[in-house]
C-alpha cells in the first residue's frame, strides 16, 4: 500500500476527517467533557425576546454562583455582546484550543460572532458549511474550562445553526423554547418542537415572554400581546411550562445599555420570573 492508498484508508476509517478534522473533534470532545450541562435556547421567529431570555437566565445563573459559558450561535445576527456591554470587545489571537472567550465578571463566559467583527454593522454573507464550521471553531478552538452551564443562544427559526449545534454537542440536556402569546408566535413555537423531536434533542421546557403588562400609572394590568398562550400550547403539545415573563420596558433599556436586567432590577416581577424559571431548569443542582 503505497502513501497515498495509506492517506485514503486513514481519512476513511476516521469516517471521512481529515487530521485536523480529527483533531479538532477531539478538542470539541475534551472542551464538551468539562461542561456538566449544555443547553440551547431557541424560537420559531424573530422578535419574541430569545435573547434577551437567553443573556438574562446566563447572568442570573452566574449570580447564583454558578460557572457559566454564553455562546452567542446567531452567526447573522450576534446581539449578546451589546446586551452585557461588550459590543467593542475583541478575541485575542492564540493557538486552537488556547484562545479564551470574553469573561464578564468572574463566572460568565461568553463568545459572539461580534468579538471577530471589525465593525458592529459589518453584514455576514454566509452559507451553511461556513457557519458550521465557525460554531466547530467556537467549541474547539476556545477554552470554555470547567463549567457548570453552557446555554447556546440560537437565531430564529430551525435551518442550519440549531442543527449543527444539536449535531456537534450531542449530549445537550435540550432545548428552552421562547415564544410571546400571540397565535402566530405560537404556530411557529410549535415548529420548533416538531423540530426538537426530528433531530432526537429533548425539550425543557416553553417560556412565554412579554405576557401582560402591568401599567406603571394606574397599576392596571395590560394584555398588550395577550397572555395565556404559551401555557395552553405546552399542555396541548406536552412539554413542559416553564412559566410567563411580563413586559418591562426597563428590560430594554438595559438590554440597550449593556447591562443583564435580573442583576439591575432583581426586585421587578420579570426578574422574579425569570428566576423562578431558572429553578425548574436548575431543579436541586447547586454551585460547586
Known amino acids: 500500500m503505497d502513501q497515498k492508498q495509506q492517506n485514503d484508508f486513514d481519512l476513511h476509517r476516521r469516517g471521512g476527517e481529515d487530521p485536523e478534522q480529527h483533531l479538532q473533534r477531539l478538542r470539541i470532545?475534551?472542551?464538551?467533557?468539562?461542561?456538566?450541562?449544555?443547553?440551547?435556547?431557541?424560537?420559531?421567529?424573530?422578535?419574541?425576546g430569545k435573547t434577551t431570555v437567553a443573556v438574562n437566565l446566563a447572568a442570573a445563573l452566574a449570580a447564583d454562583g454558578f460557572t457559566v459559558g454564553l455562546l452567542d450561535a446567531d452567526i447573522h445576527g450576534p446581539n449578546?455582546?451589546?446586551?452585557?456591554?461588550?459590543?467593542?470587545?475583541?478575541?485575542?489571537?492564540?493557538?486552537?484550543?488556547?484562545?479564551?472567550?470574553?469573561?464578564?465578571?468572574?463566572?460568565?463566559k461568553v463568545l459572539s460572532m461580534a468579538f471577530l467583527l471589525g465593525d458592529p454593522g459589518q453584514a455576514v454573507i454566509w452559507r451553511g458549511p461556513l457557519k458550521m464550521g465557525v460554531i466547530k471553531q467556537f467549541l474547539s478552538d476556545f477554552?470554555?474550562?470547567?463549567?457548570?452551564?453552557?446555554?447556546?443562544?440560537?437565531p430564529p427559526g430551525t435551518g442550519d445553526e440549531p442543527l449543527s449545534v444539536a449535531q456537534l454537542i450531542p449530549d445537550l440536556e435540550g432545548a428552552i423554547?421562547?415564544?410571546?402569546?400571540?397565535?402566530?408566535?405560537?404556530?411557529?413555537?410549535?415548529?420548533?418542537?416538531?423540530?426538537?423531536?426530528?433531530?432526537?434533542?429533548?425539550?425543557?421546557?416553553l417560556v412565554e415572554n412579554m405576557s401582560g403588562?402591568?401599567?406603571?400609572?394606574?397599576?392596571?394590568?395590560?394584555?398588550?400581546?395577550?397572555?395565556?398562550?404559551?401555557?395552553?400550547?405546552?399542555?396541548?403539545?406536552?412539554?413542559?411550562?416553564?412559566?410567563?415573563?411580563?413586559?418591562?420596558?426597563?428590560m430594554v433599556i438595559s438590554g440597550d445599555e449593556g447591562h443583564p436586567f435580573v442583576d439591575g432590577h432583581p426586585e421587578a416581577e420579570a426578574a422574579r420570573a425569570l428566576r423562578e424559571i431558572i429553578r425548574k431548569i436548575v431543579g436541586e443542582d447547586k454551585p460547586v
Not at 451589546?82 to 460568565?108: D, T, Y
Not at 477554552?143 to 440560537?154: H, I, M, R
Not at 405560537?186 to 423540530?195: A, H, M, P, T
Request: glycine share 14%; hydrophobic share 40%; with cysteine.
Open 29 to 48: 470532545g475534551e472542551n464538551l467533557s468539562r461542561i456538566k450541562r449544555k443547553f440551547m435556547v431557541i424560537s420559531g421567529k424573530g422578535g419574541v
Open 80 to 108: 449578546t455582546a451589546l446586551m452585557l456591554g461588550r459590543e467593542e470587545g475583541r478575541i485575542e489571537p492564540g493557538r486552537p484550543g488556547e484562545i479564551k472567550p470574553i469573561e464578564i465578571g468572574p463566572r460568565l
Open 143 to 154: 477554552q470554555w474550562g470547567d463549567l457548570d452551564f453552557l446555554v447556546v443562544d440560537l
Open 177 to 205: 423554547i421562547v415564544t410571546t402569546p400571540q397565535k402566530v408566535a405560537l404556530l411557529d413555537g410549535r415548529k420548533c418542537v416538531d423540530f426538537t423531536r426530528q433531530i432526537k434533542v429533548g425539550v425543557v421546557g
Open 213 to 250: 403588562f402591568s401599567c406603571p400609572h394606574c397599576g392596571k394590568e395590560i394584555e398588550i400581546f395577550k397572555s395565556g398562550g404559551g401555557e395552553a400550547a405546552a399542555k396541548e403539545l406536552g412539554i413542559p411550562f416553564l412559566g410567563r415573563i411580563p413586559l418591562d420596558p426597563r
